[in-house]
């Protein structure tokens, strides 16, 4: 199957690492050309210098997605460097865990501003390139979309509003030859994911190990996710194979999360 992302612009955020970076290393694979971004550099210099060892060719621009002006010149850089934005592939780490007594103000605004606010602002300053030739958005959630997950009361919020968004702006973007859906991961081995188990097996007085074990159980395939098995959903997407799919939440989470 052609995908037929040759020479289509791309840019996804939080890519120095874990999802995000193996969704720019597919895409660039599939022939696009990727603009990489995140807040460290030192990062993303050391990205960049890894993928073009395996013969992977991505830019970069260093910013922080909660700040709506780093955001303005990420947007106009990588347009400017790529030539137009034909994809954005929204993605931000997670907030901390916690339960509804812990959390302050601030913490909520924190979460707020970066699993939620960041995407409307990326959305809203991309538009005018998204617009000229259609284009795909693609958000990064969580499988707390369909079944909430314990002590993440922060992401189970505001990733739920993403949802609501991506649904929403489905139907108003379709004039325009916009396509734009919501991705959940489960459990994907990356950074994130051996935080939280690490978390939990320090508040259960466990070893990690046996948080993992434990978790592959509720998993019908037995197994964590590797990043690559989710780039590869978010690739087909942002693809011309993918033409006639809008405003849909597909989970990857090997069959683990039982709603319908």
Do not use: C
């Not at 050309?33 to 993303?44: A, W």
């Not at 960049?48 to 955001?71: H, L, M, S």
């Not at 979460?111 to 809203?124: C, D, K």
Request: proline content about 3%; hydrophobic content about 40%.
């Amino acid at each position: 199957m052609d995908l037929n992302l040759k020479n289509k612009n791309a840019l996804v955020i939080a890519s120095s690492q874990g999802l995000g970076k193996a969704v720019a290393a597919q895409l660039a694979k599939e022939g696009a050309r990727v603009m990489i971004t995140s807040r460290d550099e030192g990062k993303l210099q050391s990205v960049q210098t890894e993928f073009r060892e395996n013969g992977i060719e991505v830019e970069y621009f260093r910013a922080d997605i909660t700040n709506p002006e780093d955001i303005k010149q990420l947007i106009k850089h990588t347009s400017e460097t790529l030539g137009g934005i034909d994809i954005l592939v929204n993605n931000a780490g997670g907030p901390p865990g916690g339960t509804f007594e812990t959390f302050t103000d601030e913490d909520w605004e924190k979460a707020f501003q970066l699993n939620l606010l960041s995407y409307v602002r990326l959305i809203r300053e991309a538009l005018s390139d998204l617009k000229k030739n259609g284009g795909r958005i693609i958000n990064i959630a969580s499988s707390s979309i369909k079944q909430p997950i314990p002590g993440l009361l922060l992401s189970n919020t505001f990733r739920l509003g993403i949802v609501g968004m991506t649904k929403t702006l489905s139907e108003e973007l379709a004039p325009y030859h916009i396509l734009i859906n919501t991705v959940a991961p489960g459990r994907i081995a990356t950074d994130r994911v051996d935080y939280l188990d690490q978390h939990n097996a320090d508040k259960q007085n466990v070893s990690k190990e046996e948080i993992v074990e434990r978790a592959k159980s509720m998993i019908p395939l037995r197994r964590y996710g590797t990043p690559e098995e989710f780039a590869n959903v978010v690739t087909f997407l942002a693809s011309d194979a993918s033409s006639y799919v809008t405003g849909s939440s597909i989970l990857v989470d090997g069959g683990m999360v039982k709603a319908l």
